[in-house]
């Protein structure tokens, strides 16, 4: 089976995008792939954070997970400050990089850029993302726009590594959900909804009531043409509504002779694709949630330790 990695970043407000994007295809693919899904915990120390939320909102991913369909059995949810590998692999694999690679990264320079201290971890953590995908032999990589210059780094430095010290890392290749690849903001449908965006108006939130969900779909931004059609270069927020709708009923939405039915049954279709998560959410007990993370780890440490093995020998570390 094909060997897939889908990562995660614990900055809370999982929204509908995360999971139609990315937790639904994982959930989807169990049965044919290979999965690990990894929560990066390590990812949220680069930039000024709180530790209790840290800890928190990798637990809450973890459980959104869970209720969202994610069998423990099938797919191993790790956290990657746990399984020690991934950093042991990093350090390995920055004696692979060039400085210069790091620091022409997209999101450095955007996230570096505000003036104040920059964590010397925001530099290197595209070369940590590349030894989480390594450091498990991952074939596939499920990647949105954002992190593709991250993925492409990784290959670089898998190839870079095989060729200078002998064969040692599967090659990553970086493939992108076909249903709904991208949700956008709904109070913004130009921009895509996002766990960071600085307001929550244009957000469903995962574990939101219907009530809330009912209200921001309500206050949707659409258009004045007045007719309900997919057409997202001129009628984004319209085409949005029905792209979240063909998503969550998984068929072709019908005819719509006003906005306001549009979204009537675009908040009933969000509501019953939500209420079951929220509701297997509330159940799952935060001591069961750790333990799932803590057989993840002892699933995956095996073959990751076998991989820091052969790094070490290819790289003269070890006989
Ligand atoms: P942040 O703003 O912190 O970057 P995010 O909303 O972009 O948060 P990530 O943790 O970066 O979320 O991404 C988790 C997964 O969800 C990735 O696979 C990403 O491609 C997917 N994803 C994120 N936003 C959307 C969206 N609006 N539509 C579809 N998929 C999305
Ligand atoms: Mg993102």
Redesign the pocket.
Known sequence: MIKRL????P?G???L??L????RPLVEAQSTTDSIAMIADLHALTMEHDPAAVRANTLEVATLLLAAGVDPRRTAIIANSQVPEHTELHYLLECTAAFGEAARMIQFKEKSAGGGPVRLSLLTYPVLMAADILVHGAEQV???D??SQHLELARTLALRFNARYGETFTVPEGIR?ES??????LSDPVR??????PSPAGRIALLDPPETIRKVISRAVTDTAGVVRHDPENQPGVSNLLAILAACTDEKPGEFTSYGALKREVTDAVVALLDPIRARYAELDPGYVREILAEGRTRVRPAALATVRRTKVAIGLLD
């Open positions: 889908t990562g995660f970043q900055t407000n999982l929204h995008g995360n139609l994007g990315a937790m499920p990647v949105g954002d992190q959900p709904a690849a991208r949700i956008m903001d895509k909804m996002s766990k960071s965006a």
